[in-house]
């Protein structure tokens, strides 16, 4: 998967809009950010709870990793690209989705 394609499929989800900070694109609903793509554009984030966090990697090791530190252990979850497909990216985009736009 290229970046250009998670940020369509980041942006697909309703009301969805791309913004930036710290010098790299996020994706918002709400003002809240659900997803990002990191500086080089070789990873994306999705903002998961851990339970979420922990099914992904556990079906998807080589996609999705946890990142280091506390922001990790709440369930910012690594998306690495060159591995993603559409189909393990979608249901991890919709679940941070749902996450931020539920509150």
Do not use: C, Y
Request: no cysteine; hydrophobic share 45%; net charge positive.
């Amino acid at each position: 998967m290229t970046a250009d394609q998670f940020r369509t499929l980041a942006l697909n989800l309703p009301e969805a809009v791309e913004g930036s900070h710290m010098g790299h694109a996020d994706f918002r609903v709400g003002g809240k950010i659900f997803a990002t793509l990191g500086p080089d554009e070789t990873w994306g984030m999705v903002k998961l709870t851990p339970e979420q966090q922990a099914e992904f990697v556990r079906a998807k090791p080589k996609m999705f990793e946890p990142f280091n530190g506390a922001w990790g252990r709440r369930g910012a979850t690594k998306v690495i690209l060159k591995a993603a497909t559409k189909g393990a990216v979608v249901p991890a985009l919709v679940a941070a989705w749902t996450n931020i736009a539920a509150k």
